[in-house]
Nanobody, 131 residues
Framework: EVQLQASGGGLVQAGGSLRLSCAASGFTFDDYAIGWFRQAPGKEREGVSC????????YYADAVKGRFTISSDNAKNTVYLQMNSLKPEDTAVYYC????????????????????????WGKGTLVTVSS
């Protein structure tokens, strides 16, 4: 059974930091790209960052470049999203998802509308940034 377990969300003041974790199981982790997506109230889901577990290729949305860092620990089948300098507009439910299309995931699916096309989705974790 495929499982993607996101954790690490919470309430933080603007300027603060959080680290999200996505623990994966039930598929060959090294063959997949893992991504973080978020959905704020009343807004469409959007891609935040993705990483290829096979070659480390990454994608970052313009809104988070320079503030968020994605990393992968293949030994633990876990992807992390370090979020620094958080802003109130980062408030959202953050989801992790997995897709097997390698570079296509990084270049096409992750930046695409809503991340539709990702193979597997986990339940979200809520990040709230207060001003």
């Amino acid at each position: 059974e495929v499982q993607l377990q996101a954790s690490g969300g919470g309430l933080v003041q603007a300027g603060g930091s959080l680290r999200l974790s996505c623990a994966a199981s039930g598929f060959t982790f090294d063959d997949y790209a893992i991504g973080w997506f978020r959905q704020a109230p009343g807004k469409e889901r959007e891609g935040v960052s993705c990483i290829s577990s096979s070659d480390g290729s990454t994608y970052y949305a313009d809104a988070v470049k320079g503030r968020f860092t994605i990393s992968s620990d293949n030994a633990k089948n876990t992807v992390y999203l370090q979020m620094n300098s958080l802003k109130p507009e980062d408030t959202a439910v953050y989801y992790c998802a997995a897709d097997s299309r390698g570079l296509n995931t990084i270049v096409v699916v992750c930046p695409g509308p809503g991340g539709y096309g990702m193979d597997y989705w986990g339940k979200g974790t809520l990040v709230t940034v207060s001003s």
